[in-house]
Structure formats: structure tokens, C-alpha cells
């Protein structure tokens, strides 16, 4: 079975330049999450999808970062104007449901770095 | 919001050693969980715990969900090189699958 794919692998920009991820899940797998992983600490969750709907984007600093599943499979996340602060790898994360008990697998994630 | 403290934050120590490490919070999890991640990887799961009390095994590691439901701890008997890596606890709720991961232990092991 295919694990989550990620791409691209690293990135780098200058700061307020846009940026984008994509992320493809495993198939069957109904829920889909970004993790922002700063060096250092542990992963943080951005956001997580129930098939093409979000169901937590609390932590998703709104103003510069976006994210969609539009079709309930692959999911893009972008950031709109990239600040210093956003160097981090970004994981994407899916599951076949939510709730306790649904294991999550990661993908290999995408390091970003602004300049 | 939940925090939560992983301790020892790196280990060093030679092949052959148990390893011990934990995780504490000043909220209630109703599940911790322990994870693996390799350089350029992805966290992998190790082990996930469901009950207070509860005390599971995975070969070689241990883990034990504290009964007052605010730490666990993991446990890596007789090391070999490949565990090598940086060993993550989460904590998450049952209303959804919202994990509040710890800082990381990075564990480097002398053959």
C-alpha cells in the first residue's frame, strides 16, 4: 500500500513570496491534516479535513495561509506572503476516520525555507 | 491551551542500555500516543495507549498511560543502533483526532 506522498520535498523562497504543497493521502483515507513543524519541537497541527470539509482550523493563521480539499482526495496548503517565521517542515497527515483510535500515517513532508 | 513536557529533551547512550523517557501535561489526555521520526521522515507510530493505567509492548519498547490521565511514559529495553532518532508523545482527545505533540527526545545510541 502507498504511504502519503508529499511534494515538493524542499522549497525555498524569499520572504513574501508565495507558496504552495500539495499532499496526496492514502487512498480510502477520509481525514487529512497539516502539521507546521518548526526545528526543534514538536509537529503542530494547522488544519484537518473530513473528506472536503474542514473539521479544526483553530491554529491556521488565516491571514497568509490557506488550504482546500476540494474533491476529497489531494489537498494543496499555501502560504500568502511567506514570512521568516514559516521556515518549518509542513507534514500532511491522513486517516481513515476521525476519532480516537484511528492511527495517523505522515508523509516524508516538505521543508520550507524563507530567506 | 494543553502543554505538554517531554523529558529528557537528548540521550546518549551506548547499545545495550535501556532507555527511559516521559511526558507530562496539566491537562487530561484520554489518549497518548509515541512516536517515531528518522531524519527526512515522517513520525511513525509506535505505540498508542487508550485507558489510564494501561501498560502496552512493541517489541522491545514500553509504554505506560498514567492513571491520572496526565502522563506516560516509554520505555526502550537493551538498545541497538537503529533507534537512533527523535521520539515524539502526543497527547489526544476523543471528540476528534486533534494530537498535542511533545517537544521530541533525541536519542543517539553509541555501538
Known amino acids: 500500500e502507498a504511504g502519503v506522498a508529499q511534494s515538493p520535498r524542499y522549497k525555498i523562497i524569499e520572504k513574501r513570496q508565495s507558496v504552495a504543497f500539495w499532499c496526496n493521502p492514502i487512498?480510502?483515507?477520509?481525514?487529512l491534516y497539516w502539521y507546521q513543524q518548526i526545528l526543534g519541537q514538536g509537529p503542530k497541527l494547522l488544519i484537518q479535513?473530513?473528506?472536503?470539509?474542514?473539521?479544526?482550523d483553530s491554529q491556521l493563521p488565516k491571514d497568509r495561509f490557506s488550504a482546500e480539499r476540494l474533491k476529497g482526495v489531494d489537498s494543496t496548503l499555501k502560504i500568502q506572503p511567506a514570512k521568516l517565521e514559516d521556515s518549518a517542515v509542513y507534514l500532511c497527515?491522513?486517516?481513515?476516520?476521525?476519532?480516537?483510535?484511528?492511527?495517523?500515517?505522515f508523509g516524508p513532508g516538505t521543508r520550507l525555507l524563507v530567506l | 491551551g494543553q502543554q505538554l513536557n517531554q523529558s529528557p529533551q537528548s540521550m546518549f547512550i551506548q547499545e545495550g542500555e535501556d532507555v527511559s523517557m516521559n511526558c507530562t501535561s496539566s491537562?487530561?489526555?484520554?489518549?497518548w500516543l509515541w512516536y517515531k521520526q528518522d531524519p527526512g521522515e515522517g513520525p511513525v507510530l509506535l505505540i498508542a495507549?487508550?485507558?489510564?493505567?494501561e501498560l502496552t509492548s512493541n517489541g522491545r519498547l514500553t509504554a505506560q498511560f498514567g492513571i491520572t490521565r496526565k502522563d506516560s511514559f516509554l520505555n526502550i529495553s537493551a538498545s541497538i543502533p537503529s533507534d537512533v532518532g527523535i521520539y515524539f508523545c502526543?497527547?489526544?482527545?476523543?471528540?476528534?483526532?486533534?494530537?498535542?505533540f511533545g517537544a521530541g527526545t533525541r536519542l543517539t545510541v553509541k555501538p
Open positions: 497527515a491522513s486517516s481513515l476516520s476521525l476519532g480516537t483510535g484511528e492511527t495517523q500515517y
Open positions: 502526543a497527547g489526544g482527545l476523543y471528540n476528534n483526532n486533534d494530537m498535542r
Open positions: 487512498s480510502g483515507h477520509a481525514t
Open positions: 491537562s487530561i489526555f484520554n489518549t
Open positions: 479535513f473530513q473528506n472536503n470539509g474542514v473539521v479544526d
Open positions: 495507549l487508550y485507558k489510564a493505567g
